[in-house]
């Protein structure tokens, strides 16, 4: 049982405020024929101080035709490969899907081929949705003036007037559906929904680092002090993230978490309303 609401609510924004990058690679994945979860694994498997994906994130190289080459070959390492197919084989063989009486798993076929720049821009063009259960829930938040709302994001800084795979200028806003709905008429900057917004590419800082961390309770923490609604400590903010060892490493800097799940944001509303004590959820959404 959650003992008192959090004075602070910290989230993510792929993923969980909007529509997940990970579902655009996972659907990348299946139309090309990859090895579901091989994606994912290459970009974690890059060196913190060097990997591609890592550099971008905390703005320390320029999203130009250089750096999609240096994804491509993080997403080509042939080694690492080698390393998630030996997992993955394991992992069949304990499920009893290896081949009948097999002692050892087959040699890895070649690097799968893909196109890096076509699903760096299919995630970035998925993750402008706002999420259906997610969004909503965090306008009812900040209307209700109860809460320190902020953001705390892996992100990549965009050059003015970049163009997509397609040679479409890039937007980054969010693009809402229109009426009915009644977040249609919304801002289409996603920062403009919390007090502080963190954004890895333009502090130099990414998750898991614990510097990430402490930098948005910092920011909090001086945003509830200016409300003169008293001070934040790590252990007032619950923070909801997608990604397991984001999770792990909040919780070591003494932080509340909720895990947000592919797919599964309404089951995460659910469980923000059991720690806030609010009515998130609209009925629809409850069927």
Known sequence: MVSLPPKAILFDIGGVCVVSPFQAILDYEVANNIPVGWINYAIQQGPPDS????LIERGEVELNDT???????QLQDAAHWEQ??????????TSGAAAHGETAPPPPPPVPALDAKALFWQM???SRTPDPYMYPALKKLGASGRFVLGAL????????DIRDDAGVLFSKGLVHAPPPNPHANDSTNIVDCFDVFVSSAH???????????????SELDRVARARGVGGVEAGDVLFLDDIGVNLKWARKGGLRTIKVDLGRTREAV???????????LDEKARL
């Open 51 to 54: 990997g591609a994906w890592q």
């Open 67 to 73: 750096w999609f080459a240096a994804f491509q070959l």
């Open 84 to 93: 998630f197919w030996h997992t993955k084989a394991r992992k069949d063989a």
């Open 124 to 126: 970035m063009r998925m």
């Open 153 to 160: 994001s892996n992100t990549v800084a965009y050059p003015t």
């Open 203 to 217: 502090v130099g800082v990414r998750k898991p680092s614990p510097e990430a961390y402490q930098l948005a309770v």
């Open 270 to 280: 659910e469980e923000l309303e059991r720690q806030t004590g609010m009515r998130l």
